[in-house]
């Protein structure tokens, strides 16, 4: 008689293993279908607050320094670099300006090595952390220019995950965000309102969290 | 005989039929192995159906939904508290918002009847059509105001990716229209894998 290997038991919790998969496919199956996500969505209101202005590109955020930013545009155009809307390199972090007497300045975002990803923000004590706590939520609301153009292989606009993930954490702090979708095309740009009426930055938020920091 | 069938009986044991389960196991493990692939697949590349939605202060705001995407806008109005403001309002008044929902709804049987690929309704933004949206809405508003009924629609924009240009139209072009003034606005990055899911109140 020849002797064979009992496998009975193997084929049975193999056997099982298959029919719960096969169970748990259905139910996914059927509850992706049926699935929807609610999303929350702020409103722009009017606000006394000033914006702390913000680049969210390639998963990379950028705290506008505005001081810094101004002082190097005033520079370079003493030197005649920013005349007749040409774009000149700002010497701040990878950006190039335009200065425009209706959008004021624009920012033209070619290098974000320099950027700092917005995965910092779950370590505690990075640098990104440090920025964004320097926003004071009494005086300051964040102000993100978001670029909406999608990077190969993603489905989503190069600075949006950063954008939700800086938003999310800046909840945390009660600080207010606003923002608006940028591109090459469209670049952020920084106006005064008494300019022009598209020079308007606003934070959104819900009607209960204007309650919950008013109390 | 007797005798013969028990002899058959008593040599029956010894002769048990021995399956070898090796090819049902290899068959049952390649299934395993496949639906877990799939499993682990679907489960990250499924498009998310999103639904759009607020938080209803004081439940009486509701959205009038704009998505922007690289071919254009589709906007989504809302009609279904509009009937309940037309049994309010005067007669002409009434008219008007009767002309109104009738065009919405013109509007959403199209979304819903392309609703599989709605980048096929995407228009590029007008200016006369957003001229009349803010138009409808402020009129809407102001309406609902007058015989203090609860309601008070508001822009809510969806941005796909690559959506910031017919974005920025939109908002060029309600920056100088009289219209926009009183309306508020929200507006949300969306990803390009989250399918369009229509909004209760329109449907």
Redesign the interface.
Known sequence: M?N?IN??S??DI??N??GI??I??VI??IH??N??????????HETELRPAYIISKDDRLLILDTEQVFTNAALQAGKGAASNKRIFDLGYQGLFAQIDEKKGISFHARGTDDWSKFTELSKSGSELQKQLQQIDPKQYFAYFF?Y???NPGS???SG?ES??EARKYLQGRQVKSG?????A??PPSICDFSYS??CQYLP?F???DSTASKS | MASRASRYARYLPQEKLEISLFPFLSIFLCVMGVLSFINILSSVSTPQKIELTMELEQGYKVAFQVFTMPDGVISVPPINRLLELQQLVDEESRSTLAMIILRRQRVIDEVTYAQANPALVARSPDVEDISLWLYEIRLINEMALRVNFLYEEFLLFGIYPNGGEAYQKVRSVMTGSPHARNISVGLEPLDANWSLSLHKGSK
């Open positions: 020849k064979m496998v009975d193997l084929t193999v056997s293993s298959v998969l096969i748990f496919a996914n199956l992706d279908n699935k929807t996500y609610e999303l929350e969505i702020p409103i722009e978001v909406d153009e999608t489905a989503s606009g949006f954008f939700r923002w608006q979708p940028v591109s095309d469209f009426n598209e959104s819900l009607g209960s």
